[in-house]
Each structure stands twice: as structure tokens, then as C-alpha cells.
T-cell receptor, first 112, second 112 residues
């Protein structure tokens, strides 16, 4: 059974810092890996998707990497802003491409 | 654009009561999903529907039933609610061949 773990569970940083969120998964037979953002009381928004054959994806100040063989992914946020405060969830898609397994999330607070 | 719409947004039930959570998507997606999210945990898949007329169990199906009424709508029913079903419920949809799931805003359910 796939298990996804995110460390740390919570993180508080001052504005402007670069930061790294970590995600690990136990079964490397994945179709892709996604990073989501969840604002309080809201649904999830997909930020970045990395196919199993890819090593990284970038969108603006966000960069996600994938090391499938070691079962790890990182989300790098450059020059953090208070608007980045949210919970970030990592999820892997099974090989059939039809089911997501989520990590517990990292709750990020960026202080002005 | 409406995307994925869930109703109701909030609900309080007494133990043993029944209710149906509604989900509708207007993106012509074939696949639809129901998840639950408990505090400090990621989302866990309850049921999914790969296409109209088909449903399959996810990780935590006990105590729930689903109906894929048509391509747009996928409902989740609690026949006899229990306090352990207090959670936030999310519906999502995905296009066939697409990688990204699109989420509704969630239904916050409390069972007393």
C-alpha cells in the first residue's frame, strides 16, 4: 500500500526566505506526482505536476523535483511572500493513473 | 466557470441520521471522486467513478454509498451517520487521459 509522508507538518518563515518542503513515498511505481495548495476552508488547487519520467517542473517562483527511485520529491519556493501562506499537499498517482494518494500536508505561514 | 460544485457547504447531523452529499461538474469529465479529509491528514479516497454507470471502492468505503446519476453528478450517501464520519468531504473530477483532478470547495460535516 502506497504511503506518502510530508515533512515538516508546519513551517513558519519570515517573508523573503527561500524554503523547501519535502515529500516521500514508499512505492516508486507511480504515474506522476502532484503538488497542491489548499487555503483555509477551500478546495485544492494543483500547482505542479511531474510525470514519472521527469525530474522537475517549474512555475514562477515554484520548483518541484522528483527522484522516483528514492521515493522523494521537494517543492522549492523562492522569495516567499505572505500570500504563499497555505497548506501544501503532495500526492502520487498510481500506475493505472486513476487514484491519488495524499500526504498529510505542510502548513506554511509566511510572516510579513 | 463553475467547475466542481458541492452542496451543502456545511451540515450537522445526529448519530444515526442519513444524508446525501451532492457533487456536480460542468467540465464534461468522465472520472469523479469522493475524498474525506481529517485534521492533520491528507485526503483519503472513499469511492470513485471512472465513467457514467461505474463505481469502485477507494481506501475508506465503509459506511458510505455512491451513485453516479449521470455524467455530471456523483453523490455520496451516509445511511446511518456516525461520529467517526465527522470530516470535510471533497469531490473531484478528471478528464479521461488528463492528469489533473479538479476539486470542489468541500462539505464540512459534523456528526454529533
Amino acid at each position: 500500500k502506497q504511503e506518502v509522508t510530508q515533512i515538516p507538518a508546519a513551517l513558519s518563515v519570515p517573508e523573503g526566505e527561500n524554503l523547501v518542503l519535502n515529500c516521500s513515498f514508499t512505492d516508486s511505481a507511480i504515474y506522476n506526482l502532484q503538488w497542491f495548495r489548499q487555503d483555509p476552508g477551500k478546495g485544492l488547487t494543483s500547482l505542479l505536476l511531474i510525470q514519472s519520467s521527469q525530474r522537475e517542473q517549474t512555475s514562477g517562483r515554484l520548483n518541484a523535483s522528483l527522484d522516483k527511485s528514492s521515493g522523494r520529491s521537494t517543492l522549492y519556493i523562492a522569495a516567499s511572500q505572505p500570500g504563499d501562506s497555505a497548506t501544501y499537499l503532495c500526492a502520487v498517482t498510481n500506475n493505472a493513473g486513476n487514484m491519488l494518494t495524499f500526504g498529510g500536508g505542510t502548513r506554511l505561514m509566511v510572516k510579513p | 466557470n463553475a467547475g466542481v460544485t458541492q452542496t451543502p457547504k456545511f451540515q450537522v447531523l445526529k448519530t444515526g441520521q442519513s444524508m446525501t452529499l451532492q457533487c456536480a461538474q460542468d467540465m464534461n469529465h468522465n472520472s469523479m471522486y469522493w475524498y474525506r479529509q481529517d485534521p492533520g491528514m491528507g485526503l483519503r479516497l472513499i469511492y470513485y467513478s471512472a465513467s457514467e454507470g461505474t463505481t469502485d471502492k477507494g481506501e475508506v468505503p465503509n459506511g458510505y454509498n455512491v451513485s453516479r446519476l449521470n455524467k455530471r453528478e456523483f453523490s455520496l450517501r451516509l445511511e446511518s451517520a456516525a461520529p467517526s464520519q465527522t470530516s470535510v468531504y471533497f469531490c473531484a473530477s478528471r478528464a479521461t487521459g488528463g492528469d489533473i483532478q479538479y476539486f470542489g470547495a468541500g462539505t464540512r460535516l459534523s456528526v454529533l
